[in-house]
């Protein structure tokens, strides 16, 4: 158990609907990142932000969009969803923002969009 | 942009085999990790290279970073079926930025 939570586990829904992930970081840990896993792809990062601030953006599609909260908590919202956005949804958090601290990973959430 | 490449993309071996995975970036990294994610699991952090030509040794794995800080390897000595998983090499280039994922080695052993 790394100590970060993510809800739901599952979540199936149909095209063009809006999804909302819920990530709780390791307590103490100020930064939160996101990350896609499609099948047998690696981890594309999503964006990061530390202590609420949105710190740095990878290859998010303009219909995702996220936010952290001043508890640390943080969403991930997806909406006109596309066959292609179902994978494997990762969120991971680390005590520092500036990437010389391991990232400790949640159990993930699997969106199936039919 | 900035790309960590990683080889193999799949390593099929036999138990008691060793088996490496490789690292490569086109730039200089400040510091690479390595995680591994066991099939149905989440990514687990294993170590932390920073220094160059560092070397560092965790039982049966050892992990590499180049002289010029820009390729990385971890080497599994007689491999086990418990170390099935896909590996992945994450790397940082300067003070700032976060870090960059390999597409990771997924590793079956045969028993």
């Known amino acids: 158990d790394s100590g970060v939570t993510q809800t739901p586990k599952h979540l199936i829904t149909a095209t063009g609907q809006r999804v909302t992930l819920r990530c709780s970081p390791r307590?103490?840990?100020?930064?939160v990142y996101w990350y896609q896993q499609s099948l047998d792809q690696g981890l594309q990062f999503l964006i990061q932000?530390?202590?609420?601030?949105?710190?740095a953006k990878g290859n998010i599609l303009e219909r995702f969009s996220a936010q952290q909260f001043p508890d640390l908590h943080s969403e991930l919202n997806l909406s006109s969803l596309e066959l292609g956005d179902s994978a494997l949804y990762f969120c991971?958090?680390?005590?520092?923002?500036?990437?010389?601290?391991?990232?400790?990973f949640g159990p993930g959430t699997r969106l199936t969009v039919l | 942009g900035q790309q960590v490449m990683q080889i193999p993309q799949y390593q099929h071996v036999q138990e008691g085999e060793d088996f490496t995975t490789y690292c490569n970036s086109s730039?200089?990294?400040?510091?690479i990790q390595w995680y591994k994610q066991r099939p149905g699991g989440h990514p687990v952090f294993l170590i932390q290279?920073?220094?160059?030509?560092e070397v560092k040794k965790q039982k049966r794995l050892t992990f590499q970073f180049g002289e010029a800080k820009k390729n990385s390897s971890l080497h599994i000595t007689a491999t086990q079926t418990t170390d099935v998983g896909t590996y992945f090499c994450?790397?940082?280039?300067?003070?700032?930025?976060?870090?960059?994922f390999g597409k990771g080695t997924k590793l079956s052993v045969k028993p």
């Open positions: 991971a958090s680390s005590v520092t923002g500036q990437g010389n601290n391991e990232q400790f």
């Open positions: 307590s103490g840990d100020l930064s």
């Open positions: 932000y530390y202590n609420g601030e949105e710190r």
């Open positions: 730039t200089t990294l400040s510091n």
């Open positions: 290279l920073v220094k160059s030509g």
């Open positions: 994450a790397g940082k280039r300067g003070s700032q930025g976060n870090l960059i």
